[in-house]
């Protein structure tokens, strides 16, 4: 007889499966910096997907070189506007905060998320002297995106990398208070994290949460009930034990996503009648292979990606035909 193999239900490397403490998701590490001063990331609205025929640019795929269809997300990407610049040093606890500097015109609509007192006493660059590592404090302007009901901004911190810390000083004077585009961050070809809080779906039971089995037609009174809650000893309910709570809105990451296009137009993707649950896109837009965490009008954090595939180069890919036919169902 072969010898019985039960492998457990479901991960627990997200353990705690909790719901996520917010839907700006947050970014924790960041990848090496580039030859020149660069932001790191970006912020932009889930639309939707949809398919397109492309050149498989894979080039260990079985049909590497070959035209074939892929799923493609869109993510709609106003332009976000940089409202600080923080400085921060290397000490044995982390990094430590040595200074900032704000810019001196912010939107109004900022004030909802944080109070725009100005100060009298100007700050100057001195800060800078000691720094090891420089961020920018940016925020979105929902105002521009007719599909998403609010216009408070959403506020993150992206990290400036690349050249030494004298030119990303330079670069930060140059972009304090002004509006990014998502061409500034991000080029075609590229491949980037997409970090995003995933739909959620309440308070679950174990089968569906875990994957558990069923249990046989001939138990009493319960099927969708998990069959032991541990052994005697220890004598404790250990986490391993699957039940029931919340599912999904957890921050995930997707990690190597390939930037497919970056375009203007948001017309050109747009399927007839809208995209389901979002609408039309009217703001410049990116499109990226595969899916995506998130429902519809989610905010998807984009960041320069940390595992890089290898042997992907860095080009623009080859695009015949983008399917805008209607995702109604009609």
Same mark, same amino acid.
């Given at each position: 007889?072969?010898?019985?193999?039960?492998?457990?239900?479901?991960?627990?490397?997200?353990?705690?499966?909790?719901?996520?403490?917010?839907?700006?998701?947050?970014?924790?590490?960041?990848?090496?910096? *580039?030859?020149?001063?660069?932001?790191?990331?970006?912020?932009?609205?889930?639309?939707?997907?949809?398919?397109?025929?492309?050149?498989?640019?894979?080039?260990?795929?079985?049909?590497?070189?070959?035209?074939?269809?892929?799923?493609?997300?869109?993510?709609?990407?106003?332009?976000?506007?940089?409202?600080?610049?923080?400085?921060?040093?290397?000490?044995? *606890?982390?990094?430590?905060?040595?200074?900032?500097?704000?810019?001196?015109?912010?939107?109004?609509?900022?004030?909802?998320?944080?109070?725009?007192?100005?100060?009298?006493?100007?700050? *100057?660059?001195?800060?800078?002297?000691?720094?090891?590592?420089?961020?920018?404090?940016?925020?979105?302007?929902?105002?521009?995106?007719?599909?998403?009901?609010?216009?408070?901004?959403?506020?993150?911190?992206?990290?400036?990398?690349?050249?030494?810390?004298?030119?990303?000083?330079?670069?930060?004077?140059?972009?304090?208070?002004?509006?990014?585009?998502?061409?500034?961050?991000?080029?075609?070809?590229?491949?980037?994290?997409?970090?995003?809080?995933?739909?959620?779906?309440?308070?679950?039971?174990?089968?569906?949460?875990?994957?558990?089995?069923?249990?046989?037609?001939?138990?009493?009174?319960?099927?969708?009930?998990?069959?032991?809650?541990?052994?005697?000893?220890? *004598?404790?309910?250990?986490?391993?034990?699957?039940?029931?709570?919340?599912?999904?809105?957890?921050?995930?990451?997707?990690?190597?996503?390939?930037?497919?296009?970056?375009?203007?137009?948001?017309?050109?993707?747009?399927?007839?009648?809208?995209?389901?649950?979002?609408?039309?896109?009217?703001?410049?837009?990116?499109?990226?292979?595969?899916?995506?965490?998130?429902?519809?009008?989610?905010?998807?954090?984009?960041?320069?990606?940390?595992?890089?595939?290898?042997?992907?180069?860095?080009?623009?890919?080859?695009?015949?035909?983008?399917?805008?036919?209607?995702?109604?169902?009609?």
């Amino acid at each position: 007889m072969s010898n019985r193999h039960h492998p457990r239900r479901g991960s627990m490397g997200y353990s705690p499966r909790k719901r996520a403490r917010a839907e700006t998701p947050h970014i924790k590490s960041w990848p090496e910096g *580039n030859d020149k001063p660069k932001i790191q990331g970006f912020l932009g609205y889930k639309a939707g997907m949809t398919h397109a025929f492309i050149v498989d640019y894979r080039p260990t795929s079985t049909t590497s070189g070959r035209e074939v269809m892929m799923p493609v997300s869109v993510v709609e990407a106003p332009p976000i506007k940089v409202a600080a610049v923080r400085a921060y040093k290397k000490t044995f *606890n982390g990094l430590q905060t040595i200074g900032e500097k704000w810019a001196s015109k912010l939107d109004p609509e900022l004030s909802k998320r944080l109070p725009l007192t100005k100060s009298e006493k100007k700050t *100057n660059w001195d800060f800078t002297k000691d720094a090891d590592e420089i961020r920018a404090i940016i925020y979105t302007q929902p105002k521009l995106v007719t599909s998403i009901p609010k216009k408070t901004p959403e506020i993150r911190e992206m990290r400036i990398s690349g050249g030494s810390i004298e030119e990303q000083i330079k670069y930060v004077k140059e972009i304090l208070g002004k509006e990014l585009k998502i061409n500034d961050v991000v080029r075609e070809g590229d491949m980037v994290d997409a970090i995003a809080v995933t739909k959620g779906k309440g308070f679950q039971g174990a089968v569906k949460r875990w994957g558990v089995k069923l249990l046989t037609h001939k138990n009493s009174k319960h099927r969708r009930m998990i069959g032991t809650a541990g052994s005697w000893h220890p *004598n404790w309910v250990q986490a391993t034990v699957p039940q029931a709570g919340q599912m999904g809105y957890h921050q995930r990451t997707e990690y190597n996503k390939r930037v497919l296009k970056i375009g203007e137009n948001g017309e050109e993707i747009t399927p007839t009648g809208g995209f389901p649950h979002y609408g039309v896109v009217r703001n410049p837009y990116i499109l990226l292979h595969g899916s995506i965490p998130g429902p519809a009008k989610r905010l998807i954090s984009m960041r320069d990606a940390v595992r890089y595939q290898r042997g992907v180069k860095v080009e623009k890919t080859e695009i015949s035909y983008i399917s805008t036919t209607s995702k109604q169902g009609a």
